[in-house]
């Protein structure tokens, strides 16, 4: 008779939490984000606009070809060969997964554990985030007055040595800032090649810069790009990064297999091959974004920050009373305030048109309250 081990104390009580868990996660807090339901939903700063019908339609008929009893590509090497030829970037160094946020999780373990991680404050909360829970020695170097990047104090930080992974985006995130080339060439060229140095490009399409020749100087250098922003793809949930041959192989060791579906990958080759209404949107948004810009340069109690991306931030006297009170109006933001340098901050993201007026009269409303 084989006799079942009795659970220990730990994890037989309710609310307690199991003593196997690393210290490290326990003390980690949640991805900040709870979802909330409104009409006009402009907080995760996805595209306005849904994958065209006709793109649509063309990758149901491919899927609907396709044998849904087979596993999907081992890596994705198909979807990889069409973003390789988009990006004129060697397959090899391509390696792709569901979400950017997946590969900043597997750079973190790739250079990270044990030691360093280095970015801005603030920042994209994911960074530092898996720093914690990967038991990273975690650091972050406050951004400039303007959200711009202090290159001195990054390049003094980064004077203290490594090994360990930097993280920058481009542009940040949550502040739409997009530093020079200079700027961002005077610090990772500072990191040597002691650091895997991470570009985060998850906004470059509303920014116009490609940052694609600076990581193939160096082969401990990566891009990260996504489908979830002007692609209009959030929901398939699919990110990629750009590197060296060697890194890139390195890298898509901690990738687990099979894990970008058929249909995920279907949807994606048909977006590849019609790349042209990417371009046209992000231009639309581009034209949205500085249209709202300039309406609300006259703001007396309120400030609209200067943006690249496609949300701004929108700087109040009290956060809460601004988020309830556009709630109220059926408008969905994001909150920023919790984090340095944004005191009383909401972030807003780009929608269609008729959203933007719809946030510029009720922000108009609030200014004059």
Same mark, same amino acid.
């Given at each position: 008779?084989?006799?079942?081990?009795?659970?220990?104390?730990?994890?037989?009580?309710?609310?307690?939490?199991?003593?196997?868990?690393?210290?490290?996660?326990?003390?980690?807090?949640?991805?900040?984000?709870?979802?909330v339901d409104a009409p006009f939903k402009l907080d995760q700063n996805e595209s306005a606009l849904d994958f065209p019908l006709t793109l649509r339609?063309?990758?149901?008929?491919?899927?609907?070809?396709?044998?849904?009893?087979?596993?999907?590509?081992?890596?994705?090497?198909?979807?990889?060969?069409?973003?390789?030829?988009?990006?004129?970037?060697?397959?090899?160094?391509? =390696?792709?997964?569901?979400?950017?946020?997946?590969?900043?999780?597997?750079?973190?373990?790739?250079?990270?554990?044990?030691?360093?991680?280095?970015?801005?404050?603030?920042?994209?909360?994911?960074?530092?985030?898996?720093?914690?829970?990967?038991?990273?020695?975690?650091?972050?170097?406050?951004?400039?007055?303007?959200?711009?990047?202090?290159?001195?104090?990054?390049?003094?930080?980064?004077?203290?040595?490594?090994?360990?992974?930097?993280?920058?985006?481009?542009?940040?995130?949550?502040?739409?800032? @997009?530093?020079?080339?200079?700027?961002?060439?005077?610090?990772?060229?500072?990191?040597?090649?002691?650091?895997? =140095?991470?570009?985060?490009?998850?906004?470059?399409?509303?920014?116009?810069?490609?940052?694609?020749?600076?990581?193939?100087?160096?082969?401990?250098?990566?891009?990260?790009?996504?489908?979830?922003?002007?692609?209009?793809?959030?929901?398939?949930?699919?990110?990629?990064?750009?590197?060296?041959?060697?890194?890139?192989?390195?890298?898509?060791?901690?990738?687990?297999?099979?894990?970008?579906?058929?249909?995920?990958?279907? =949807?994606?080759?048909?977006?590849?091959?019609?790349?042209?209404?990417?371009?046209?949107?992000?231009?639309?948004?581009?034209?949205?974004?500085?249209?709202?810009?300039?309406?609300?340069?006259?703001?007396?109690?309120?400030?609209?920050?200067?943006?690249?991306?496609?949300?701004?931030?929108?700087?109040?006297?009290?956060?809460?009373?601004?988020?309830?009170?556009?709630?109220?109006?059926?408008?969905?933001?994001?909150?920023?305030?919790?984090?340095?340098?944004?005191?009383?901050?909401?972030?807003?993201?780009?929608?269609?048109?008729?959203?933007?007026?719809?946030? @510029?009269?009720?922000? @108009?409303? @609030?200014?004059?309250?």
């Amino acid at each position: 008779m084989t006799s079942v081990p009795k659970p220990s104390t730990a994890l037989q009580a309710n609310g307690h939490q199991a003593s196997a868990v690393r210290p490290e996660v326990r003390s980690t807090p949640a991805y900040p984000f709870t979802p909330v339901d409104a009409p006009f939903k402009l907080d995760q700063n996805e595209s306005a606009l849904d994958f065209p019908l006709t793109l649509r339609r063309l990758a149901v008929e491919r899927m609907l070809a396709r044998d849904w009893n087979r596993y999907p590509d081992l890596h994705a090497e198909t979807l990889k060969a069409k973003i390789g030829a988009y990006e004129g970037w060697d397959q090899g160094g391509v =390696v792709v997964t569901p979400g950017s946020n997946v590969i900043i999780k597997l750079l973190t373990e790739l250079g990270g554990i044990g030691r360093r991680v280095l970015t801005v404050q603030p920042n994209f909360s994911v960074y530092e985030l898996e720093g914690r829970m990967l038991g990273a020695q975690l650091t972050r170097v406050p951004l400039r007055a303007d959200f711009g990047l202090d290159v001195a104090a990054m390049q003094r930080e980064l004077a203290c040595g490594g090994p360990g992974v930097l993280f920058l985006p481009q542009p940040h995130a949550p502040t739409g800032f @997009l530093d020079t080339e200079s700027d961002l060439r005077a610090v990772i060229d500072a990191a040597g090649d002691d650091w895997i =140095v991470v570009i985060d490009e998850a906004y470059h399409q509303y920014s116009g810069s490609d940052y694609k020749s600076l990581v193939q100087e160096r082969g401990n250098r990566v891009s990260l790009r996504t489908f979830s922003k002007a692609w209009g793809l959030a929901g398939l949930r699919l990110g990629y990064a750009l590197a060296g041959a060697e890194l890139a192989e390195n890298l898509q060791k901690l990738v687990s297999a099979f894990n970008v579906s058929t249909l995920t990958q279907v =949807v994606a080759e048909v977006a590849l091959e019609h790349p042209q209404y990417v371009k046209v949107r992000a231009e639309e948004a581009i034209w949205e974004r500085e249209r709202m810009l300039r309406e609300l340069s006259g703001l007396t109690k309120l400030r609209a920050h200067p943006s690249q991306a496609n949300f701004f931030l929108l700087r109040t006297p009290d956060a809460a009373h601004a988020y309830a009170f556009l709630l109220s109006r059926g408008l969905l933001v994001r909150r920023q305030d919790r984090q340095p340098m944004l005191e009383g901050c909401l972030r807003v993201s780009v929608g269609t048109k008729e959203q933007n007026d719809l946030l @510029l009269t009720a922000v @108009l409303e @609030l200014d004059a309250e």
